[in-house]
């Protein structure tokens, strides 16, 4: 079993209140699960990939581009390379990501 495979479904820490879980993954894409706790933040930041982020369940105020916009359970979108954002959650929730390419940092 090589590091990769024993990676995928272990939760991460992934900031203050965050958890991350890769569920899938393959060169062209990667579904990754992010878990936050009431008060988590997804830090602002960008990065060279298409991500889409389906809101599983939760409230949050997601921010691109400067722009806050409140976000709940059902909401999806896209984000385009290299656009700054982050979040801040308002309820416990579940965020569902996908990125294209893979991201190999989370790997």
């Not at 954002?85 to 940092?105: K, N, Q, S």
Request: net charge negative; hydrophobic share 35%.
């Amino acid at each position: 079993m090589s590091e990769t495979s024993e990676l995928i479904g272990k939760w991460v820490p992934s900031g203050e209140g965050v958890e991350r879980r890769v569920r899938a993954e393959d060169p062209a894409l990667m579904v990754v699960e992010f878990r936050f706790q009431t008060g988590g933040v997804g830090t602002l930041h960008s990065h060279p990939h298409v991500q889409s982020t389906y809101v599983e369940r939760g409230v949050f105020d997601f921010t691109m581009d400067g722009k806050t916009t409140r976000i709940s359970a059902g909401d999806c979108f896209v984000i385009p390379s290299n656009t700054e954002h982050g979040c801040t959650c308002i309820e416990a929730g579940l965020l569902v990501d996908c990125f294209t390419p893979r991201r190999d940092d989370f790997l």
